[in-house]
């Protein structure tokens, strides 16, 4: 198996994009130490998605102070045994989406401490989005039935997507490399999983935000 260039690398992407899946066979197929986000037991998160107005600055603070206890422990501890890392979400995702659901005062807050804690963090050689528009979006997250999400809509799954641009372009130091993954299914088709693996391992990214289709 060749020869990976990276230690650390993070998969993005918007809800139902198919981030978790594809760090995970990225992990299983290279022996990659693999970081998941700790989502499921939030308390807020069910609430958040009934009355956003009343629970999105608990729930965001929560996530904000979850991802970081999470990141610090994991990247901090070497595994001799693994060739990489690959994560499945990284703490910038805490200011994408509070973005979106905060009122301006309390974005204006939540940001200057979310940068506080953000320089304190590793950051990953290299950030993958996968994109995907918000109508086969809507169609994953209704496959996978979980019942909070069912009130998510597409001008929400629009507002996420341009607030992670708006991250991308404000940090121009990282390296985002941006993949195109609307007409194909790299889950159920290995030949597309096989076009997105190479393309993440062997293109060469440049600083700033860099496009690729399929």
């Known amino acids: 198996m060749e020869s990976i260039n990276y230690n650390y690398i993070v998969i993005e992407g918007n809800i139902g994009a198919g981030k978790t899946t594809l760090a995970t066979m990225i992990a299983g197929e290279y ?3 693999l970081i998941l986000e700790r989502f499921a037991d939030n308390p807020f998160l069910p609430k958040f998605y009934n009355d956003p107005a009343r629970y999105s600055f608990p729930l965001e603070l929560s996530f904000l102070a979850d991802r970081y206890r999470q990141l610090k422990e994991e990247l901090v501890e070497q595994d001799l045994f693994r060739s990489f890392t690959v ?80 991250f991308f372009r404000q940090n121009p130091e990282n390296r985002y490399l941006v993949l195109d993954v609307s007409d194909i299914d790299f889950v159920a088709n290995h030949d597309d999983y096989i076009r997105v693996r190479d ?6 990214v440049s600083h700033g935000i860099n496009l690729r289709d399929f």
């Open 31 to 33: 022996n990659a130490k």
């Open 199 to 204: 393309t993440i391992f062997t293109t060469q």
């Open 87 to 166: 994560a499945d979400y990284y703490f910038m995702k805490s200011l994408v989406f509070s973005s979106k659901t905060l009122e301006h005062d309390e974005f204006s807050l939540y940001r200057q401490i979310f940068y506080i804690i953000y320089s304190s963090l590793p950051k990953p050689d290299l950030y993958v989005y996968l994109h995907v528009p918000p109508e086969r979006l809507l169609k994953n997250i209704a496959l996978r039935g979980r019942e909070y999400e069912k009130s998510i809509t597409a001008e929400y799954l629009t507002g996420i997507q341009e607030s992670y641009f708006n």
